[in-house]
Every structure is written in C-alpha cells, then in structure tokens.
C-alpha cells in the first residue's frame, strides 16, 4: 500500500506560480509512475502530468506544456508540480495518482486515464483569479 499526501495548493492571481508536493509514504519503491491529475466540479478529472523511470520520462498534457513542470526527488519520496504562468482555467483541485499498473515501462504511454492509477492523494485546491 502507498499513501500520498498533497500540499502547495493556494489562490494566486493570472500568471503567478504554486509548487505543488505529493509525499509518498509506505510501500513506494513498488510505484512505477507518478502523476498529477486535476478536476472541477461536473467535470472528469483530467491528466496533467506524469514521470516515470526515475524522473527520465515525462508527460504533459498540452494545455500546460511549456508552463508546468513535474519533477522528483526519490530521497524525499516526493513528486512535484511547478505551475508556471498560471491561468483561471487551471482553478481545480489537483490530485496526485501513483503506480500504473497496465504500463510496463514509461516510453510512449503519455500520461493515462485516471483510472488506471492504483493510489490517489486527497487533493489539493488551486484557485486562479483573473
């Protein structure tokens, strides 16, 4: 089992920036991915980055490339999330998701559908005001 535990979210106007953090606890050397998912009410919640292979392979999707940027540090169990430049669209609370198990290796899988990741966090809320 993987517990995660999310923290950064805040309210920031259009193109200020939040870090958000995911910390892993428990079994996490059996992860094979990480990733950032995020939702708004009446909506699917929607991939927004992935890592895999040590940090070697990343995704994104595209309405955040060039603006987010996901990262890891395996010593601290933690996967972040740089938000750069960030827009009112991106108000929604932001998950962290864990371990893809129908994925044996990172290259050409792009980030994925949410429910294919096996442990989720609680969420945290961004709230971007124009």
């Known amino acids: 089992q993987v517990q995660l535990a999310e923290s950064g979210g805040g309210s920031v106007q259009t193109g200020g920036s939040l870090r958000l953090s995911c910390v892993g606890s428990?079994?996490?050397?059996?992860?094979?991915?990480m990733a950032w998912f995020r939702q708004v009410p009446g909506k699917e919640r929607e991939g927004v980055a992935a890592?895999?292979?040590?940090?070697?392979?990343?995704y994104y999707a595209d309405s955040v490339k060039g603006r987010f940027t996901i990262s890891q540090d395996n010593a601290k169990n933690t996967v972040y999330l740089q938000m750069n430049g960030l827009k009112p669209e991106d108000t929604a609370m932001y998950y962290c998701?864990?371990?893809?198990?129908?994925?044996?290796?990172?290259?050409?899988?792009?980030?994925?559908?949410?429910?294919?990741?096996?442990?989720w966090g609680q969420g945290t809320q961004v709230t971007v005001s124009s």
């Open positions: 890592i895999y292979s040590g940090g070697g392979i990343t």
């Open positions: 428990g079994d996490t050397d059996s992860v094979n991915s």
């Open positions: 998701a864990a371990d893809r198990p129908t994925v044996v290796a990172g290259i050409g899988v792009g980030i994925g559908e949410s429910w294919e990741y096996k442990y």
